[in-house]
């Protein structure tokens, strides 16, 4: 191999070596290599196999060093080089991008939890009572009410119980406008429920206790006027415990028109479509129909709820399919068991339906198309407290005695009207209970007749559920702690009309809230 040979290799392997070092991190590194290429051109030019002169040309070419005149200029190798102060530069640079985006979606921070986290609510309650109801010796026999359908197994004895409810429920922000809702809840479900409430009764055996789907729906607000809403809903009316139980909740949907004509000027329209029960179509009894509860709502609030505020409200709840039919045809005698309703409590008229067959299977007698007003003002007298007046009066336009002779076939006649509701209320005190010291009280007198309303529904406390009852309520709470309370309520009923039966209940409670 001649001079020239030579002197390509040593190049070459100038340019191999500095090659990697290209991609090197430390300036070490360079030295060293600096250094042994250097030792091998030496070496070379040691062993006569590279001129002293080429050698130093070969030098300066790889120093970027200018060459000789007259030589011609060769490709210049450029190892790379990356400052310090620059390569830190580029790390911080990383690390904040980095961090940023970890921070922004919560999963850098030691105990934070994700950004979806910011859009659920968790609610609950538990409530523990103590109740004592106090029965008179002197209402007539129980087994007098069963025979009229009504649903009651005890009128003489008093009873004591302990009675547990609770609720745990989640509330997201899907999207702008979205939002979904669950809770679960004590108290039975399906065919032997209340719905009406969800207390459970304990006392058995020390058993888990029962619960159930209470809520679980999701909301849409297209705009701040229109809302729509489906599922397993809260009621979604604006009205007192007259006409529905406080712990109602409606399956169905809604859809409700808010405009705001003035910051104290807040009308608003309710409309709503509820199944109650949904029969199987079965060719063997065509006349099977299901059973829907429709309403509307026309309302209006003015004031402010920090202020003085003036609520309205005016409905109109039409139930279909939901009266009895009797079984009057001995070749099919069940044909109309499906009209009797799945629940009830006691107060509304009732007859059997089955003629031919089972007699205790019990239909309603009178059509339930409700006209119902409320009216309730509030008044603020400190910084906290309130003074509220309310008045609910309800009134069962369905009620037509000559439709109900018609309908039953003549087993009721001559059924007087007693279709009429009302309410009078006051309370006075804090509107929640948030602090040690909070506190409220209340009082009213109710009177519903027989067929002002649908006996399933309204609340179980008063007279222990039901219509055809008058009486009083007297009520309060005392905060003990934080979102935490006890609480005293007294009923007082007695029945309208028909045999005696008066009920006085004492229900003590301690509430908790989060």
Known sequence: ???????????????????????????????????????LIQLLVSEGLLSQEKANALIREAQGAPVAPGEKPKPVVRVPYVPENVKQEI???????????????????????????????????????????????????????????????????????????????????????????????TGSSGSTGNPTSVNNTLGDSFNRQS??????????????????????????????????????????????????VREDLRPYFTVGAFPLKYNEPDPTQPVRKNKWLYGTQLGLDYGRTEGTLLRLGAAYYDYHNIEGIPNTDPLNPNLYDWTA??????????????????????????????????????????????????????????????EIAQRTAGIVTDLPAKNVAVQYRAGFGHRLIERWGDWFAYGAYKRVEANAVLDAFVEGDFN?????????????????????????????????????????????DFNARF
Do not use: H
């Open 1 to 39: 191999m001649g001079k020239g040979g030579f002197m390509r290799l040593g190049a070459a392997a100038l340019l191999m070596m500095c090659a990697p070092l290209a991609a090197a991190d430390e300036r070490q590194d360079l030295e060293t290599l600096r250094a042994t290429t250097l030792k």
């Open 91 to 185: 790390k911080d640079q990383l690390r904040e991008e980095v961090m940023a985006q970890a921070k922004a979606e919560r999963w850098a921070d030691p105990g934070r939890l994700p950004e979806w986290a910011d859009r659920v609510t968790i609610e609950g309650d538990v409530r523990l009572r103590a109740e004592s109801d106090k029965l008179d010796p002197n209402n007539a026999p129980a087994a007098f009410f069963q025979a009229q359908g009504q649903n009651i197994n005890n009128t003489t004895e008093d009873t004591e119980r302990l009675r547990l409810r609770a609720r745990l429920g989640f509330r997201a922000s899907v999207a702008e406008g979205v939002e979904t809702g669950f809770q679960l809840a």
């Open 211 to 260: 619960a159930g789907i209470d809520l679980a729906y999701v909301t849409w607000r297209p705009d701040y006027w229109l809302m729509l809403s489906g599922g397993r809903i809260r009621n979604p009316f604006f009205a007192s415990d007259l006409v529905w139980a406080p712990d109602l909740n409606f399956d169905g949907i809604v859809a409700s028109v808010r405009p705001l």
């Open 341 to 402: 309703p799945q629940f009830r409590q006691r107060g509304n008229t009732l007859f059997p339906i089955n003629l031919f067959g089972n007699p205790t299977l019990f239909g309603l007698a009178s059509q339930f198309q409700i006209v119902n007003l409320t009216a309730e003002v509030g008044l603020r007298y400190d910084d906290l407290r309130r003074a509220s007046f309310l008045v609910d009066w309800a009134k069962n336009i369905g009620f037509d005695s000559n």
């Open 464 to 508: 222990l559920g039901g219509t055809n009852a008058k009486g009083w309520i007297l009520g309060g709470g005392y905060g003990v702690a934080r979102n935490s309370w006890i609480g005293l309520k007294y009923t007082t009923a007695n029945q309208i009309d028909g045999p005696p039966l008066a009920i006085d209940t004492l229900m003590l």
